[in-house]
């Protein structure tokens, strides 16, 4: 878990990229990232939409998303959602499809996905053909795109949910 | 006032006369007065003792998180198609893509910012349990006064008593070095020239050895390399050098460099034939090969050393071996040489320090423990290429001493990550999602 120790290594890590703010080309310096097929959609998720660099401070915040989720709840009955619940973690995913956040993973942006993931080892026709299957079996309201409670009835989302608790950095 | 100076030139006296009986004249012929190990025994109880009390310590506050011994990430660990399968939690048809996919690349994704195998591997390794230096010291909590006593001592002990030495030692086996092989260079070429060059090399860095309280264990020695030969090594620290050259000489391959270290070199490849490079001719790989082969096919001359990571890696892993050693030709003797990190940490993180610091932070730790093992030499197959070659021996050495072997090239530490990575996971996921050719 990211505790006093992991914090301390963070601060370690992010020293070795730059001082000060993050920009997105510090994160190149993660070989296992440039690596991942979506890492550049992850680096993006960190900094604000039109903003090109992020402070140290929001940068641990949104890696507090993925603190194990708590199960227990405190006895004051309603409270604010906690950052790491797994509403947020789901959230975080569906923002991963959703680049332009207007709350819809249209299905151009299924298909951008899909081609970061695959890219040259599928057709154009093929990655077509995996986004229509996908959008129709999602999409509940057939306004022909994928709404967050959509995302997060489909099968495969809803059984990650209860994983999602146990995710630990 | 002369009092003073009468009793600062005794003590004087009295220190040379340690230094050169107890410590240089052993040295020479390879002997040991046993005190360092000693001293090693004496430390080993010590840690041992600070072991358990810390354990106590940590149970009683249980707050004190435990280090793992892979990263800060508790990895369930599988290929792609064992952690898709996992997440997709087997109910799911085979062979079809489905929105939760990206899970997988998305958790994989932040665990790496988090904590990644390479960046891990070009800091010092963690300890399990501190080793009272207050440079390892990564979750200190006060535990207990006597804890804190002997750390205190230890401090002391080391930066006036051992330092001072080391220093004194280090220096005269570094000018014994320079002003041997100047005199030995004088020779013309005779085998006697080539016997008085391996004394003057070993004595030398024997007393650097010394310098730095090495405590130095060769196992199976019956595959030392032998002349016209290339020894092959994993690289943690400019150290390794010395380790190596305690028990026998070999020619170092490398860039000339300008100041002392450039002293050094020159003076060195008067006795006895080393293979430096200007910076120009570096670039030019060719060249280095062709001058490395025509060292190799005279088979006289003494063995090769080199360390085919091409940069100094923490010692808990080996990365990437390039394979232009590879391809010289001639017998591969591997070595793996592995440190004891309680004693002291051997790493040269060079973005961190300067040769210089990072030489006094070696005398100012406890000691250093080294095991080195000689592999039985090893040959390229028919068939097999440079590069396949390259990691048979790699995983010999790793395998023997204990290290994890990393695909990774070292160079990483510096550079960006090949576009073919990334088709690699592209592939692999497309073929979990095509299975049947159905899509």
């Known amino acids: 878990a990211v505790g006093p120790k992991g914090i301390f290594r963070v601060i370690e890590r992010s020293e070795q990229w730059s001082v000060g703010e993050l920009e997105p080309e510090d994160f190149g310096a993660i070989r296992e990232l440039s690596m991942n097929p979506i890492g550049d959609r992850i680096i ?20 507090a998303h993925f603190h194990p989720t708590e199960t227990s709840r405190s006895r004051d009955g309603v409270q604010p959602e906690p950052a790491n619940s797994r509403t947020r973690k789901l959230k975080f995913a569906f923002q991963l499809y959703d680049q332009d956040r207007d709350g819809k993973i249209s299905r151009e942006e299924l298909l951008q996905v899909l081609r970061t993931m695959l890219e040259m080892q599928v057709t154009e026709e093929q990655l077509q053909s995996i986004a229509e299957r996908a959008i129709q079996e999602a999409d509940l309201d057939q306004d022909d795109a994928i709404s967050f409670d959509e995302f997060r009835k489909v099968r495969g989302v809803d059984l990650i949910r209860d994983q999602i608790d146990n995710w630990e950095y | 006032m002369e009092d003073f100076w009468g009793l600062a030139v005794q003590l ?8 050169f009986f107890l410590i240089m004249l052993p040295a020479m012929f390879g002997l040991s007065l046993g005190v360092t190990g000693v001293y090693i025994q004496v430390l080993v109880h010590i840690l041992e003792w600070a072991t358990l009390r810390i354990q106590r310590g940590r149970q009683q506050q249980p707050s004190v998180p435990v280090p793992l011994p892979n990263g800060i990430i508790e990895h ?4 792609m198609e064992e952690e898709m399968g996992r997440l997709r939690s087997g109910s799911l048809a085979e062979g079809k893509f489905c929105l939760s996919d990206v899970f997988y690349f998305y958790k994989k994704g932040v665990e790496s910012i988090v904590d990644d195998q390479v960046t891990q591997r070009f800091s010092s390794e963690e300890l399990n349990s501190w080793n009272l230096l207050t440079r390892t010291n990564q979750n200190f909590r006060y535990i207990s006064l006597r804890l804190t006593v002997i750390w205190g001592l230890g401090v002391f002990v080391r930066y006036s008593v051992l330092f001072p030495l080391r220093i004194t030692l280090a220096t005269i086996g570094l000018s014994w070095l320079v002003i041997g092989t100047i005199l030995v260079g004088f020779l013309p070429e005779s085998s006697v020239k080539n016997w008085l060059s391996e004394l003057v090399h070993l004595t030398c860095y024997r007393i650097c050895a010394r310098g730095l309280s090495a405590t130095i264990v060769y196992h199976n020695r019956e595959n030392k390399p032998q002349k016209g030969g290339i020894c092959v090594a994993n690289h943690t620290t400019p150290i390794d050098v010395v ?16 100041g002392l270290m450039g002293v050094l070199q020159r003076s060195m490849v008067r006795a006895c034939p080393h293979v430096w490079f200007e910076r120009s001719e570096m670039k030019d790989r060719h060249a280095v090969a062709s001058r490395l082969r025509a060292h190799v096919a005279a088979k006289t001359k003494l063995p090769i050393l080199i360390f085919p990571e091409g940069t100094c890696v923490n010692n808990t892993s080996v990365m990437m071996f390039k394979k232009g050693s590879f391809e010289i030709g001639g017998t591969i003797y591997p070595v793996t040489i592995k440190y004891d990190a309680r004693f002291g940490d051997a790493f040269w993180n060079s973005s961190k320090y300067n040769m210089v610091s990072y030489l006094l932070r070696m005398m100012t730790s406890w000691a250093i423990v080294v095991n080195v093992w000689y592999l039985p030499p090893m ?22 001493g204990g290290l994890l072997d990393l695909a990774w090239d070292g160079g990483l530490k510096r550079g960006k990550v090949k576009d073919s990575f990334k088709e690699e996971q592209q592939k692999q996921y497309s073929s979990i999602i095509t299975v049947g050719n159905i899509i």
């Not at chain 1, 993006?44 to 890696?63: H, M, Q």
């Not at chain 2, 369930?76 to 290929?79: Q, T």
Request: a negative charge; glycine letters at 10%; proline letters at 1%.
């Open chain 1, 44 to 63: 993006s998720a960190f900094f604000s939409p039109g903003k090109e660099t992020v402070d140290f401070a929001s940068f641990v915040r949104i890696l």
């Open chain 2, 76 to 79: 369930a660990g599988g290929s």
């Open chain 2, 243 to 258: 380790i190596l050259s305690n028990d026998g000489c070999y020619a170092m391959v490398g860039q000339i460099h300008g």
């Open chain 2, 379 to 400: 040959t390229r197959q028919d068939g097999e290429d440079a590069a396949q070659f390259a990691n048979r021996v790699k995983s010999a050495i790793a395998h023997q």
């Open chain 2, 12 to 19: 004087l006296h009295v220190w040379m006369f340690v230094v």
